[in-house]
C-alpha cells in the first residue's frame, strides 16, 4: 500500500547550518506530497508541496524537489534559525486524494 | 481565513470511560478528518467524512466512532477509554483534495 517514510527522529544542529530532512514514498499513483511543520503547542500547517517531476519549491526559506526516479521529497534550507525548531512531517495524498497518510515525522531542534 | 475549534483541550477520563472530543470549522470545507498523533509515530487517522452523514475509517479506527452531524461539525467518541493512554487528537479539515487545515488538538489523557 501507500506509504511515506521518514529516516530521522530528530535532528539537532547549530543556528546557521544547513539541513536535510529525509522523505521517501511508496505509492502506485502519480504522486504529489506534502511538508507540514507544527511548532510547540500548535496546529500542523502547510509548509510546502511539490511541483512537477524535478522542479524546485520553495516557501519561507524552506526548499525541496520531488524526484520520481528516487520517490524522494526531501526538505531543505541553506541556514537554519532557532525559530525552525519544529516538528517536520512528510504527507502523501491516498485513497483517490481523500485523505493524507503521514510520515513519522522527524523533530528539528536548533541550538545557538 | 478560517478556523478549526476543538473542544476540549484537555480531557482527562477514567479506564473504560466513553469520552466524546468535538470539532468544529468555518471553511465550509467538505471533508473532516480526525487524526491520532503518538510520539515518534506521526499522524494516523482515525476517521474522515466526506460530507454531511458520510463516515469513512482510517487504518485506526478500532475502538472509535464518530458523527458528522453537520458540514462544519464532526465528533469522535472514544468508546473505551485505555488505561495509561496519553496522546494528542487532531481534527482537520479540506476542500476536495489532500490539503487540509488542522486544529490545536485535544490531548486526552487515561487514568
Known amino acids: 500500500g501507500d506509504s511515506v517514510t521518514q529516516t530521522e527522529g530528530l535532528v539537532t544542529l547549530t543556528k546557521g547550518l544547513p539541513v536535510m530532512l529525509n522523505c521517501t514514498y511508496q505509492?502506485?499513483?502519480?504522486?504529489?506530497l506534502f511538508w507540514y511543520v507544527q511548532h510547540l503547542n500548535e496546529a500542523p500547517k502547510l509548509l510546502l508541496k511539490?511541483?512537477?517531476?524535478?522542479k524546485r519549491t520553495e516557501h519561507q526559506g524552506f526548499y525541496a524537489t520531488l524526484h520520481k526516479s528516487s520517490s524522494s521529497f526531501h526538505l531543505q534550507k541553506s541556514s537554519v534559525q532557532l525559530s525552525d525548531s519544529a516538528l517536520y512531517f512528510c504527507?502523501?495524498?491516498?485513497?483517490?486524494?481523500?485523505?493524507?497518510?503521514f510520515g513519522q515525522g522527524t523533530v528539528l531542534s536548533v541550538i545557538p | 481565513g478560517g478556523i478549526i475549534t476543538q473542544t476540549p483541550k484537555f480531557l482527562i477520563g477514567q479506564e473504560g470511560q466513553k469520552l466524546t472530543l468535538k470539532c468544529q470549522q468555518n471553511?465550509?470545507?467538505?471533508?473532516m478528518y480526525w487524526y491520532r498523533q503518538d510520539s515518534g509515530k506521526g499522524l494516523r487517522l482515525i476517521y474522515y467524512?466526506?460530507?454531511?452523514?458520510?463516515?469513512q475509517k482510517g487504518d485506526l479506527s478500532e475502538g472509535y466512532d464518530a458523527s458528522r452531524e453537520k458540514k462544519s461539525s464532526f465528533s469522535l467518541t472514544v468508546t473505551s477509554a485505555q488505561k495509561n493512554e496519553m496522546a494528542v487528537f487532531l481534527c482537520?479539515?479540506?476542500?476536495?483534495?489532500?490539503?487540509?487545515?488542522f486544529g490545536k488538538g485535544t490531548r486526552l489523557t487515561v487514568v
Open positions: 482537520a479539515s479540506g476542500d476536495r483534495g489532500p490539503e487540509v487545515f
Open positions: 505509492t502506485t499513483y502519480s504522486p504529489f
Open positions: 511539490s511541483s512537477t517531476d524535478n
Open positions: 504527507a502523501l495524498p491516498t485513497g483517490g486524494n481523500n485523505k493524507l497518510t
Open positions: 471553511f465550509n470545507h467538505d471533508t
Open positions: 467524512s466526506i460530507t454531511e452523514n458520510d463516515l
